[in-house]
């Protein structure tokens, strides 16, 4: 393999959709790369929110959430891919609560340079009980792609890519995460053309 065909890892990046890409799961959206490699990529679109919020989400898992700053948060739509699982996109448990040191959850991923991404139950319970991870985006399903999908539409300038920040997935307003994604690349939306087009 030569090194300009070396494989790219973007794992903790934004995809941040072109004007050009009409997949309604995806236009307009910014997704947030849990895990990309060889095998294909996995992530979470952080900018499409359901009409559920975290409260009714819980009521329908039975458990009570004990944390009035999330009761009111939306779920969102991470992507078309087993739409009836939760995803907790969340940060690190040691790194927000060193003196804690918190166990982690039965079904984490740590994702390398940046968040985690918890599966299983016991992370809402923790939310449940009033503690678990100060900061969270939950979404109901996942965006993947099989082995070089991701890397064609990247070829064929369905996606534009920058380092992941933390703000714009947790502090930033829900509408505004993709023209502060952009921004990240210092671009603006009407900047970018709807035809996708190779120099």
């Known amino acids: 393999m030569s090194n300009d065909s070396a494989p790219i890892n973007l794992t903790n990046h934004f995809l941040i959709a072109m004007p050009g890409l009409a997949d309604e799961n995806f236009s307009k959206s910014v997704v947030y790369l849990c895990e990309h490699n060889e095998r294909g990529a996995l992530g979470l679109v952080i900018n499409k929110p359901s009409d559920i919020t975290?409260?009714?989400?819980?009521?329908k898992v039975d458990l009570a959430l004990g944390r009035d700053d999330l009761k009111d948060k939306p779920v969102f739509q991470g992507g078309p891919v087993q739409t009836?699982?939760?995803f907790v996109l969340h940060e690190g448990m040691t790194a927000s609560n060193a003196t804690e040191q918190e166990p982690g959850y039965s079904s984490t991923m740590v994702i390398p340079?940046?968040?985690e991404m918890t599966t299983s139950r016991d992370v809402l319970e923790a939310m449940a009980s009033g503690a678990g991870p100060q900061r969270v985006l939950v979404s109901l399903g996942y965006s993947a792609w099989g082995e070089g999908q991701l890397e064609t539409e990247l070829g064929d300038n369905?996606?534009?890519?920058?380092?992941?920040?933390?703000?714009?997935i947790f502090d930033t307003p829900i509408e505004q995460r993709y023209d502060k994604a952009l921004a990240l690349l210092g671009l603006q939306s009407w900047m970018l053309s709807p035809d996708?087009?190779?120099?």
């Open 54 to 59: 975290l409260a009714k989400l819980f009521d």
């Open 84 to 86: 009836e699982r939760g």
């Open 113 to 115: 340079g940046g968040l």
């Open 158 to 168: 369905a996606w534009l890519t920058v380092n992941a920040d933390r703000q714009v």
């Open 196 to 199: 996708a087009g190779h120099a």
